[in-house]
Each structure stands twice: as C-alpha cells, then as structure tokens.
C-alpha cells in the first residue's frame, strides 16, 4: 500500500506526495504541483527524493511548480496528457498506456470534461486513483473545456473502480460540495453523516481526503445521476426532465455552478 500526503498550496489546492514504504529509496511521486515551495519543504524535512511528477491536466494551479521542481530535483520526469498544452511534460501520455513507478503500475485513462487534455491515474495494486478536479469528494469539476458526456464517461469509469479505492482528489471543495449534495438528496443519511463527519475534521484543519469510490457513490450527485431521487431533484429544480444520465449531470453541474 503506498503512503499519501497531501500537501496543502494556495487556497484549497493538494498536492500528493506519494511513497513506496516497502522501497524507501525508490522516492516520491509528486501529482500536480502548482507551487514548488510546499512540495521542496517536504521533501528536504522527509529527507526524500523526487522520482517523477505527475500531471492531470495543464490549468496553471497544476503545473506552476513544475520547472522549479525539477531544475532543484536533477530533472525529473514529468508524465502528463500527451495533447496537453502544457509544454514541460517530458514523458506524454495517452489512453491505455501503463507506467511503473515505485513499483507499482499505474493505468492512464483519458477522462476529459473538465479540460480536454485530463487524464487519471489507477492503480489496482495500492487502491489509488489520482483524478486530479474531475472527480472531488461529493463533487465533480466544472466544465470548462468538454461536455457533459464526456464528464458522464468519467464518472462511468470511476464507478466501476473497487469500491476501496482512495480517491486522491486536488482540491478541498468537500463541505460546499456535501451541502449542494444535501440540496440534490436532502432524505440522504449518508450525506448527512459524512457532513457532520468532515465539518469536524475542517475545524481541526484536517484533510476530508481521500476519499472512497464506494463513497462517493452513496453521496456524490455526479455519481448518481441514475437514481430517481437525484433525477426527480434536478427536474423540481430546472423545470427540464433530462432523458439521459449525462443530460442530468449537465442540469447538475449547471446548478452547482451558481449554488
């Protein structure tokens, strides 16, 4: 089982630090770093080298870190979508491809909505899926670039993952997302549980992540957009009955934008 760390930037960014504790030596991956600063603080008091960078997709917030990281870390790799604008990837990647770091193999899935260039990263073995702002706690990324189908296919692909599987998500969005959850599904008791349950680990300044895929499929209105309960929510509120799944999480992610 790797180890995680999410390192806090910004405003609600994380960064993952991620480790081998069975190969010690091996190093850290290091998933999105939009500042360099936090990432070379942790590693110098961890005592631990850079082995790789991944990167979801090319918003600033994701990336900013990149070329500082790797002229203070001998020029590390750095894997990342292969129609990418972002020009510091050295290692492109595209659906299907599978890479090995930390000795753990890592799946590439293109999983476009938020951006078109968005890729996820699963691996079976350590239970991690690394979803960068498609998939958050309770949520899913607004879509600036794709379309609400390919969001849909996304969400797809994550429900069918293991239900244990850690979702590394790159922001702390999860209270709003749980109380727009609430709104969708207000009789949810799993919602209401996870709210009281994540409201007490903010006011300790604890990280609500990671998450779960069985999780987030009893409390996520982006997971759920088969269930009557969400669809029957979506249509009292827009006035429009969506036909499709993708259809729902289009009315979905269109009131969550102004919730």
């Known amino acids: 089982m790797l180890n995680l760390t999410p390192i806090p930037a910004f405003n609600d960014n994380y960064i993952w630090a991620i480790c081998n504790p069975e190969a010690p030596d091996s190093g850290v991956i290091i998933v999105d770093p939009g500042s360099a600063e936090g990432v070379q603080q942790w590693l110098q008091e961890n005592n631990k080298n850079l082995a790789a960078i991944l990167i979801t ?153 990671p998450s779960r895929i069985g999780l987030e499929k009893a409390i996520n209105p982006f997971m759920r957009t088969r269930e009557t309960s969400v669809i029957h929510t979506v249509y009292g509120h827009s006035g429009e009955h969506p036909d499709t799944p993708a259809q729902t999480l289009a009315l979905l992610r269109e009131w969550k934008n102004s919730f």
């Open 57 to 209: 997709h090319h918003h600033e917030d994701h990336t900013g870190g990149v070329t500082e990281l790797q002229q203070q870390n001998d020029y590390c790799p750095v894997y990342g979508p292969s129609n990418s604008p972002f020009e510091g990837i050295t290692q492109p990647l595209s659906e299907g491809n599978l890479i090995c770091l930390l000795d753990t193999a890592f799946e590439v899935k293109a999983v476009p909505g938020h951006t078109l260039d968005h890729i996820s990263y699963y691996a079976p073995s350590a239970a991690l899926l690394l979803c960068g702002d498609t998939l958050f706690m309770a949520g899913c990324g607004r879509l600036f670039e794709g379309t609400a189908e390919q969001m849909q296919a996304a969400m797809d692909y994550f429900a069918s993952l293991p239900d244990d599987t850690r979702v590394c998500a790159a922001h702390e969005y999860t209270l709003s997302n749980l109380a727009f959850a609430h709104a969708v599904e207000p009789e949810n008791q799993d919602i209401r549980v996870m709210t009281e349950k994540c409201r007490s680990m903010r006011e300790q300044d604890l990280p609500t992540l």
